[in-house]
C-alpha cells in the first residue's frame, strides 16, 4: 500500500544526543514536510523540501537539520542544540501544485520523542 | 497573520448524540478548508475538503459547512460513535503564487463515552 512511514515510533534521548527520525514515502509526492506537535498547539512547520537536494526552514527550524538526497525519503535530525525537543514529530507528504493538487497532505503515523 | 481558531477546545459526548465543532479563520488568500481526524498517538487523516464555492460536504455520518463571508466552518458528527474520538483539525490554505500555505488550528479533541 502506498503511504508514509516514519520511524522509529518512540524514542528517547539524553541531553545532549543527536536523533534522527526517518520519512520513507512511496507515493511518488514532490513535497515533504516536517511538522511539530505539542500538546494544545497547532502543527508547526519544521522544515519542508519540493524537490531533490532542495529544502526551506520553516517557521521552527533552529536546532534542527533535513536533508533530501532521494526523492522518496526526509531524515529529520534534531540536534542538542534544540532547547526543548520533546514533542510529537509529523511527516507529511503532498502533490506538487499545478497538477491536480488540492493541498492535501498526507501524514505518517509520527514519532514520538522524548528527552530523558 | 493568518490564523485560525477552534471551538470548543474539548468536548465529550455521550455514544449515539450528534456535535459541532467549529472553525473560524482569518486567511487570505483563501484556497480551501479541510477538516481532519487525528486520532492519539497517530497522523492526521483528511476528512473533508471544502472549496470557496461549496456550503456543505458530507462524508458518512460527517458534514462539513462552509461560510466563505462570514469565514466560519463547523464539522458536525452525527450518531457519534465510540470510534468518532479523537482530535478535529481544521486547516485553511492559502495559494498565494505557486503552492498551497496551510494555516493549522489548535484542533478540538472530542471524548465520545458509551
Known amino acids: 500500500d502506498g503511504g508514509i512511514t516514519q520511524s522509529p515510533k518512540y524514542l528517547f534521548r539524553k541531553e545532549g544526543q543527536n536523533v534522527t527520525l526517518s520519512c520513507e514515502q512511496n507515493l511518488n509526492h514532490d513535497a515533504m514536510y516536517w511538522y511539530r506537535q505539542d500538546p494544545g498547539q497547532g502543527l508547526r512547520l519544521i522544515y519542508y523540501?519540493?524537490?531533490?537536494?532542495?529544502?526551506q526552514k520553516g517557521d521552527i527550524a533552529e536546532g534542527y537539520s533535513v536533508s533530501r538526497e532521494k526523492k522518496e525519503s526526509f531524515p529529520l535530525t534534531v540536534t542538542s542544540a534544540q532547547k526543548n525537543p520533546t514533542a510529537f514529530y509529523l511527516c507529511a507528504s503532498s502533490i506538487i501544485s499545478g497538477r491536480g493538487d488540492t493541498g492535501e497532505l498526507f501524514f505518517g503515523e509520527g514519532s514520538r520523542l522524548t528527552v530523558l | 497573520k493568518n490564523q485560525v481558531e477552534q471551538s470548543p477546545q474539548s468536548l465529550i459526548i455521550l455514544e449515539g448524540k450528534n456535535c459541532t465543532l467549529q472553525?473560524?479563520?482569518?486567511?487570505?488568500?483563501?484556497?480551501?478548508l479541510r477538516w481532519y481526524k487525528q486520532d492519539t498517538g497517530r497522523g492526521p487523516v483528511s476528512l473533508t475538503i471544502?472549496?470557496?464555492?461549496?456550503n456543505t460536504k458530507s462524508n458518512g455520518r460527517y458534514t462539513a459547512t462552509l461560510d466563505a463571508d462570514t469565514k466560519q466552518s463547523s464539522l458536525h458528527i452525527t450518531a457519534s460513535q465510540l470510534s468518532d474520538s479523537a482530535s478535529y483539525i481544521c486547516v485553511v490554505s492559502s495559494f498565494p503564487g505557486g503552492s498551497y500555505i496551510p494555516t493549522f488550528g489548535r484542533g478540538t479533541s472530542l471524548i465520545v463515552h458509551p
Open positions: 471544502m472549496t470557496f464555492s461549496e
Open positions: 523540501s519540493q524537490i531533490v537536494n532542495d529544502f
Open positions: 472553525c473560524n479563520y482569518t486567511v487570505s488568500p483563501f484556497s480551501n
